[in-house]
């Protein structure tokens, strides 16, 4: 029996949320369907996807800033290879692969196009004909997609106030997490230079402006005044990099504040004794996921669909986004009062094994291909 043919299309390779769940659904859906991954660019995603033994195609054209001529290009390219591979199922990934995606798709004759919303980037601090144009372009777009899948019902929510699409083609489907393998916790400290008697607070994102890490280094300068002995340690890559390494240099935090990449940043989790993300725009991250299997303390900003995910003094603190007294008040908080960092960690590893598994988010988006 011939297997049905789903093309996953994301906007870039580069590692991240979006990235991470569509590896999560080609890995443990190739032996039901045959599978195609495309992306802008050559970086980690298509590397992965090729390990697991799942055809890739680099997308040479296809970029995250708006750029007509290449967006005109990305458009032909993906347009080609829908008509090239036939599938069954065209399952795009984040904006301008979900706004490209859904007219080159139909153009090309693709039956059912579905689309996961990782959130919408009329949301992001951008200039406001930006988040007109975005707005615009997801409006024009919905009425080619068959489903739109949302991560966060903040997203399903932001969508039906801002009347994009039919109400009824909008759902929500939480990202969920499988066990993670990780180093112990002296491993993964050696690995990191970091020394063992220490208290650090950890990190794990893109240096993208969306993740509000400029807010934790200003929030950090305010803690080691308290704490002297502190340390903190954010894992990931990206375009702010130089500005954040400026930041904690200008603060003078450089014994204390510590960033690089690290690939499998997850299997480090251990090192930490706190987590802490200060989002200013979020999906449903899985790095909060993660930091809740592991059996962390966590910190994080109300926005996006975390309020989803941390119910505030029940699993873990919410703190006001842009806002770095907020998340120094609360690590303060936490370093006063361990046995209520215990109690928050312990719920919220008991609440991400029975609300956020990979199996459930698998079941329910087979059941959008299916339907």
Known sequence: MTKPKILYLITQSEWGGAQR??????????????????????????????????????????VREISPAKDILAYFEIKKLAKLIKPDILHLNSSKAG????????????????????????????????????????????????????????DRQTGIKNKIGDQKKLITIHNGVGQIELLDKNQARQLLNLPPDKIVI???????????????????????????????????????????????????????????????????????DYYVLPSVKEGFPYAILEAMQTGLPIIATNVGGIPEIIKDGQNGLLVNPADPKSITNAIDYLMKNQGAADRLAKQAKIDVVKNFSLEKMLIETKRVYKN
Request: positive net charge.
């Open 202 to 272: 950890g990190t794990i994102a893109n240096f993208y402006p969306t993740k509000g890490l400029n807010y934790l280094i200003s929030a950090a300068n305010e803690v080691i005044k308290n704490y002297p002995n502190i340390l903190f340690r954010l894992i990931g890559f990206g375009q702010l990099e130089n500005e954040l390494r400026q930041q904690i240099k200008k603060l003078n935090l450089e014994n204390n504040f510590f960033i690089g990449k690290l690939l499998a940043g997850n299997r480090y989790l251990l090192a930490f």
């Open 99 to 154: 706004v490209l995606g859904a007219f080159a798709g139909k153009h090309a004759g693709v039956k059912k196009i579905i689309y996961t919303v990782h959130g919408f980037s009329f949301n992001e601090p951008m200039a406001k004909w930006k988040k007109y144009l975005y707005l615009l372009a997801e409006k024009l777009s919905a009425k080619y997609k068959d489903k739109i899948i949302c991560v966060s019902e903040f």
């Open 21 to 62: 769940y569509i590896f999560d659904l080609a890995n443990n859906l190739k032996n039901d369907y045959e599978i195609t991954v495309a992306a802008g660019g050559e970086d980690e995603l298509l590397k992965e996807i090729n390990e697991i033994g799942v055809r890739t195609f680099p997308l040479k054209n296809l």
